[in-house]
C-alpha cells in the first residue's frame, strides 16, 4: 500500500516532498533486500543529493575502504545496524520556506520487529528533517538532520577528521 501512495506521490512532480518520498521508496527497496549494498549509491545518490554531499560522502566511503573497516556502521536512513525488513508508519510533509530552500520531514518506524528490545525500542519513531535547495534548477538534498544522530553531514565531517588515514606503504 505504501509503495502505492508513493507512486502516486511521485506523479505529482519535481517537489522537495516528492524527492523525499522517492527516497523513502529506495529505503524500502534496500531494507527488502536485507540489506545487501549501500542504500545511498548510484542513482539515489547521483539523482537526489547536492554534488558537495555526495563528495563528503564519497570520502567517507573510499576512507572506509582504505581502512578496511566500516566508518558508517549502519544504514543512515534507518540510523541502525539491525533493523526490519520495512519501515511502518511512513508520514512524510514539508515546510517549503522560500522559492529556492526546502524543509521535508520523514518518520518513520524501523525498529517495529524487535520487540525483545522492549517497547520504548520496538515504538520508537525516527524523525529526519531533510534540508533541500534548488541545485541546477532541480530540488536536491543538501543534508539531513536524524533524529538519532544529528546532521549527516556534520557526521561525516567528524568521521574524515577524527580517523586516521593508513600511510603509504614503503618502497
Same mark, same amino acid.
Given at each position: 500500500m505504501m509503495e502505492l501512495i508513493v507512486s502516486i506521490a511521485l506523479l505529482v512532480g519535481d517537489t522537495p516532498v516528492t524527492l523525499v518520498k522517492e527516497l523513502m521508496?529506495?529505503?524500502i527497496e534496500y531494507l527488502a533486500q536485507t540489506g545487501r549494498g549501500d542504500p545511498l549509491a548510484g542513482d539515489a545518490l547521483n539523482r537526489l543529493f547536492t554534488d /558537495? $554531499?555526495?563528495d563528503a560522502y564519497q570520502a567517507v566511503v /573510499? $576512507?572506509?575502504a582504505a581502512l578496511g573497516m566500516p566508518l558508517i556502521d549502519g544504514d543512515p536512513i534507518t540510523g541502525h545496524q539491525d533493523y526490519c525488513p520495512s519501515l511502518r508508519g511512513i508520514v512524510v510533509d514539508g515546510d517549503f520556506e522560500t522559492q529556492t530552500t526546502a524543509d521535508v520531514t520523514a518518520r518513520f518506524m524501523s525498529q517495529w520487529c524487535h520487540p525483545e528490545a522492549g517497547p520504548a525500542v520496538a515504538g =520508537?519513531?525516527? =524523525?529526519i528533517v531533510?534540508? $533541500?535547495v534548488k541545485y541546477n534548477g532541480e530540488w536536491r538534498i543538501s543534508d539531513f538532520d536524524?533524529? $538519532?544522530y544529528g546532521s549527516f553531514r556534520d557526521w561525516l565531517g567528524t568521521l574524515m577528521a577524527t580517523v586516521q588515514t593508513p600511510a603509504p606503504a614503503a618502497p
Open positions: 521508496r529506495q529505503e /558537495d $554531499l555526495q /573510499d $576512507l572506509q =520508537e519513531v525516527a =524523525e531533510f534540508h $533541500l536524524h533524529s $538519532l
